[in-house]
């Protein structure tokens, strides 16, 4: 680590610690406090590592510095993903992995997704977890923007549930290649916890998926040709066009464009209709 990093560290974890107050973070101020914000034993107590450690991270001295020790950090003092980006670089780590939610979602983007109209198009993060989605949307795949929290999913949807409105068609050629995009995705978080649950809950509820995961195989999103079965409409063929989201890392708009009139009239169809059912 050079001196200006050093330098830049030690004057990084200060302000972000100094703009913490004790009653932010469940912590008695105590009489007599000169430090503003935290201390450095309590921001160590709070991370759950040693005073002396932290001091040396602090004051950017050669130590051993894991991601698992710096997100704890990072939590501590309430980092948001760039603030957390730029410690992982200032501490000489590779960068950390995204953490996209709902929450972290652009205002804006509502109004862009309702803006596509007819066009079915959703916003997920790289575990395939729906975070936003427009009318169209829900009306072809009710079942997914209906499930509960944590199966609120489009990888486990269509693994799992056998009851859904909308069924992929073109299963033999689709699912291999959605697995071996999120795999691609897997390798970034493979250390977090959520991941880990996530891959063992789906593998445990579905064969196909197990099977699928063993093969270790890797791909990018990119743009597809999906067919579906609506239980109504019948068969509805759409162009499936993925865009990175830039204001918020590792989340894609995802827009289904019809790939012929009878999937257009159809589709215009189930939204007059307004057929929601799951």
């Not at 999913?153 to 959605?178: D, G, H, K, M």
Request: aromatic share 8%; hydrophobic share 40%; glycine share 6%.
């Amino acid at each position: 680590m050079t001196e200006a990093r050093r330098t830049d560290l030690a004057a990084f974890l200060r302000t972000r610690r100094e703009r913490i107050t004790p009653e932010m973070v469940n912590l008695a101020p105590g009489p007599r406090r000169r430090t503003p914000g935290l201390r450095r034993e309590e921001v160590a107590q709070l991370a759950g590592v040693g005073v002396t450690w932290y001091t040396w991270l602090e004051q950017g001295r050669p130590i051993n510095v894991s991601g698992q020790v710096i997100d704890a950090v990072a939590r501590t003092l309430m980092l948001d993903n760039a603030e957390r980006q730029h410690l992982y670089r200032l501490t000489g780590q590779a960068e950390a992995p995204a953490v996209a939610d709902a929450s972290r979602m652009p205002p804006e983007m509502q109004g862009i997704l309702d803006q596509l109209g007819d066009m079915p198009a959703s916003v997920t993060n790289s575990r395939s977890d729906l975070l936003a989605w427009n009318a169209a949307y829900a009306t072809l795949f009710p079942h997914v923007v209906e499930a509960p929290d944590g199966e609120r999913n489009s990888l486990w949807q269509t693994f799992v549930n056998t009851r859904a409105t909308t069924t992929l068609v073109n299963r033999e050629s689709e699912l291999p290649r959605a697995v071996a995009v999120f795999r691609g995705a897997y390798s970034r978080h493979a250390d977090d916890p959520c991941w880990q649950d996530f891959v063992r809950r789906l593998s445990a509820e579905s064969a196909e998926f197990a099977r699928m995961w063993a093969r270790q195989d890797v791909a990018e999103p990119g743009p597809r040709v999906k067919v579906f079965k609506h239980e109504v409409a019948g068969d509805l063929r759409f162009s499936t066009t993925s865009l990175n989201v830039s204001a918020t890392p590792e989340t894609r708009l995802i827009v289904y464009s019809p790939k012929d009139d009878a999937t257009r009239s159809a589709l215009a169809w189930l939204m007059g209709s307004g057929d929601t059912k799951s």
